[in-house]
């Protein structure tokens, strides 16, 4: 069993700063590749908001380029999104991402975080 540990959220002022975590508890994970943050907002869809890639290539969405940083920790599997310069736009559930491979599997699967929230007001 794969659980996606995440903390950080919470209340911040518009050009506040946030840092997320998100760890992949397990004692059976053989690899992950791909770790990622996506956020939704109450009534819209789900979306990505970073990725980064097991050899640290990264990926934003426009909104947030250059305000946000993705990092992970391979060595802890955990994975890490510094927020700064925050918009009430920002405010919305973030749900962390995992693409992983267990002990004495050949697929990977797509795990998901809880969701933690984040909001943006003054």
């Known amino acids: 069993q794969v659980q996606l540990v995440e903390s950080g959220g919470g209340l911040v002022q518009p050009g506040g700063s946030l840092r997320l975590s998100c760890t992949a508890a397990?004692?059976?994970?053989?690899?992950?590749?791909?770790m990622g943050w996506y956020r939704q907002a109450p009534g819209k869809q789900r979306e990505l908001v970073a990725d980064?890639?097991?050899?640290?290539?990264?990926n934003y969405a426009d909104s947030v380029r250059g305000r946000f940083t993705i990092s992970r920790d391979n060595a802890k599997n955990t994975v890490y999104l510094q927020m700064s310069s925050l918009k009430p736009e920002d405010t919305a559930v973030y749900y962390c991402?995992?693409?992983?491979?267990?002990?004495?599997?050949?697929?990977?699967?797509?795990?998901w975080g809880q969701g933690t929230q984040v909001t943006v007001s003054s």
């Open positions: 980064i890639t097991s050899g640290d290539r990264t």
């Open positions: 991402s995992a693409k992983l491979r267990l002990l004495g599997h050949i697929t990977y699967f797509d795990y």
């Open positions: 397990s004692g059976s994970i053989f690899s992950i590749s791909a």
